[in-house]
Every structure is written in C-alpha cells, then in structure tokens.
Nanobody, 114 residues
Framework: QENLAESGGGLVQPGGSLTLSCVASGFTTSNNLMSWYRQAPGKQREFVALVSSDGGYTQYADSVKGRFTISKDNTKNTASLQMNSLQPEDTAVYYC???????WGQGTQVTVSS
C-alpha cells in the first residue's frame, strides 16, 4: 500500500532553518513528481515546491524562492525540503504529495515564532 510519511517539523525562531523529510513506501519516487504544499490556519492549502521524477527540474512558489530548496533521493525513496530564513508567515502544516498517485502524507507542523 502506498504511503507518505513526513517528519522534521517543529518550532523555530525567525531566521532559522528546518529540513523536512518525506519517506515514500509502496511505490518508487523515481516514477513520481514529488511536491510540498502547506496549509496555514484558516487558509487554503498552497503549493510550495516540486521536483521532477528524475530530480532534474524544480519549481517554487514566489513566496519561498531563494529560501527553500526541494530535493529527492530516489535511491532512498525520499523527498526533502530545506527551509532557510524562516519567517512567521511560513507557519503551517507542511504536506508531501506524490502527483501521479495523488497521494498525500499526514503533514508535519512548522511553527516560526520568537
């Protein structure tokens, strides 16, 4: 059975960094475009970043461009999101998504606060 499991969220001060990880099981990430989305309280879920099946192409939301880096390791069946220069507006639940399966993880909370 296909599954995505995110980890790495937590509480961080403004300007800090976090790395989120997404472990896939039941399918191979090499056959899937992988994305990160986030949902802040009272707001709709929004796109953050994506990486192509082979890892050679990435795309970012304007709000995170230059601060976040998405990557994937197809040998480990994982996707990651390195987040730098975090700001309070980055506070949200972050979700991993496998596009070709339309599969979502359970989410991991990121809170940016002093």
């Amino acid at each position: 059975q296909e599954n995505l499991a995110e980890s790495g969220g937590g509480l961080v001060q403004p300007g800090g960094s976090l790395t989120l990880s997404c472990v896939a099981s039941g399918f191979t990430t090499s056959n899937n475009l992988m994305s990160w989305y986030r949902q802040a309280p009272g707001k709709q879920r929004e796109f953050v970043a994506l990486v192509s099946s082979d890892g050679g192409y990435t795309q970012y939301a304007d709000s995170v461009k230059g601060r976040f880096t998405i990557s994937k390791d197809n040998t480990k069946n994982t996707a990651s999101l390195q987040m730098n220069s975090l700001q309070p507006e980055d506070t949200a639940v972050y979700y991993c998504h496998a596009a070709f399966l339309n599969l979502w993880g359970q989410g991991t909370q990121v809170t940016v606060s002093s």
